[in-house]
């Protein structure tokens, strides 16, 4: 469940928006992770808000699930 609101955090933002595309393309978090050629952790950990990941990830995440940079964002 998102615990995002407009005034919560990017990180923790786009970290919920990464775990819920990734779950609704059906991915775990393992296998998304090998598909993007990252150690789980790292993964769980962006998706946690802990981390501040690149525009290069970014990019990697959005061709691992098959979506736009513009759906990455959406709702941002």
């Known amino acids: 469940m998102p615990r995002t609101g407009p005034n919560e955090d990017i990180l923790v933002r786009f970290g919920d928006r990464l775990r819920a595309l990734r779950r609704n393309a059906g991915f775990s978090q393992e296998r998304f992770a090998v598909e993007c050629n990252l150690d789980r952790s790292y993964v769980g950990a962006i998706e946690r808000g802990e981390r501040n990941v ?14 736009s940079l513009s759906v990455m964002f959406e709702g941002l």
């Not at 690149?54 to 979506?67: I, T």
């Open 54 to 67: 690149s525009l290069r990830y970014v990019d990697k995440f959005a061709k691992a699930l098959d979506v």
